[in-house]
């Protein structure tokens, strides 16, 4: 048990859902790639190093090419 948490109850998502949540209601616009790295992984792909748990270099081009699609859609949103 670390810091009063059971490990079958803790839900690594919480935090997400929380600052998610947040976010919307002040309606910042949010990208969550969470999910995306998760079906990267899921198809096999090296997203993060094995010992630290830094992106690597296609993780990090996984998230650039996000962001820059989320950017493109928020600022094209915002202009009109």
């Not at 929380?18 to 309606?27: A, V």
């Not at 949010?30 to 990267?40: H, Q």
């Not at 081009?61 to 859609?73: D, E, G, N, V």
């Amino acid at each position: 048990v670390s810091l009063g948490l059971e490990p079958a109850e803790y839900d690594p998502q919480t935090p997400t859902r929380i600052f998610k949540t947040l976010l919307e209601k002040h309606r910042i616009p949010t990208l969550d790639l969470g999910p995306v790295f998760a079906a990267g992984l899921a198809r096999g792909e090296d997203l993060y190093f094995r010992l630290d748990r830094h992106w690597t270099v296609a993780g990090h081009s996984l998230a650039a090419k996000q962001l820059s699609a989320f950017l493109a859609a928020t600022l094209d949103t915002a202009a009109n």
